[in-house]
Structure formats: structure tokens, C-alpha cells
């Protein structure tokens, strides 16, 4: 049985937010997380059993026709950014999304957007459970130069 999962990792996140950077981060760290079955257009069970040629050619074409375009795209931060600004985060709760979409904003000098989203946070945590160490990341974060 196989499980594919996608990821990216971007330093300027946890360096925003001032935690550790990751040199080896796991998919647990990944800042935009998928499994190949969850991206569009991926015919493909979460696990999928690799047991005859068939199978594995099929897992091949979906690898080669949906997961490398994707990982073209996950490279780059403003891709992943983009998606957060559309409500698209794969793999994150709410509040982390907004939490890392708040720093990568600020990272790339989008300050005023940041603290909206920082912002937002703070009222949905109003609604929801939110752990106080993201809530207080967002303060800090609009509150640092």
C-alpha cells in the first residue's frame, strides 16, 4: 500500500513568526499539505495497493499528470500565498492557515494585509478553539517592526 503526500516548507514563515526554521521539515511541517487523492483531478484512493503492472502504471500517470505539476507550483511561495488569499489550505486548520498566510504576507512587505489577517484570527478565535500560542504569534506579529 502507498500514500503519496505533497508539501512545501518556507523558512520565511517561522523566521516571520520568530520560531526555529526546519532544515529537514517533515510533512507534518509543511506549510501547504495535500495528499495526491485530494488534488483535483487525482482518481486515486488515499491508500492505494501497488500489486501489478496495471496498478503501478496508473499510479505513474497520476504522479507524472497531477503530483509534478503541483510540485512545480508549490515552490514557489507566492503560488501558495495566492491560494491562502483564496481560502485554500490543504492539510491546515483554519487558524494555522491564517496564522502562516498573516506571516508570509508580512514577509513579503504586505504589512497592512497581515494585520488584517491577524485580525481575523482574533475574532475567530472568538468562535472557535484557538491555541493561545497562535493567537499571541499573531500579537507579536503585529506588533514587531
Not at 66 to 93: C, F, H, I, Q, Y
Not at 102 to 109: F, I, V
Not at 113 to 136: F, G
Request: aromatic content about 6%; proline content about 7%.
Amino acid at each position: 500500500m502507498v500514500k503519496i503526500e505533497l508539501g512545501s516548507y518556507f523558512p520565511e514563515i517561522p523566521e516571520t513568526l520568530g520560531r526555529r526554521v526546519l532544515h529537514s521539515p517533515s510533512i507534518s511541517d509543511a506549510h501547504w499539505r495535500q495528499r495526491l487523492w485530494g488534488l483535483r483531478g487525482a482518481c486515486i484512493e488515499e491508500w492505494t495497493a501497488v500489486d501489478s503492472l496495471e496498478s503501478a502504471s496508473e499510479l505513474a500517470r497520476v504522479v507524472r499528470n497531477v503530483a509534478v505539476p503541483t510540485l512545480d507550483r508549490l515552490v514557489s511561495p507566492d503560488w501558495v500565498l495566492s491560494e491562502w488569499l483564496e481560502g485554500r489550505s490543504p492539510g491546515l486548520s483554519k487558524p494555522l492557515a491564517l496564522l502562516h498566510l498573516a506571516a508570509l504576507l508580512k514577509s513579503r512587505g504586505r504589512e497592512p494585509e497581515a494585520i488584517d489577517v491577524c485580525r481575523e484570527l482574533k475574532e475567530l478565535s472568538a468562535q472557535v478553539m484557538v491555541p493561545a500560542w497562535m493567537t499571541n504569534a499573531a500579537d507579536r506579529l503585529v506588533q514587531a517592526p
